[in-house]
């Protein structure tokens, strides 16, 4: 995923990921 966007922080895709996560839970 980061190295599709990488002109974004992994921070912030991880801030994301949680994100969905929280919505749907993904092992």
Do not use: C, F, G
Request: proline share 7%.
């Amino acid at each position: 995923m980061a190295a599709a966007l990488p002109n974004v922080s992994a921070d912030l895709i991880w801030e994301v990921v949680r994100k969905l996560q929280s919505r749907h839970p993904v092992v």
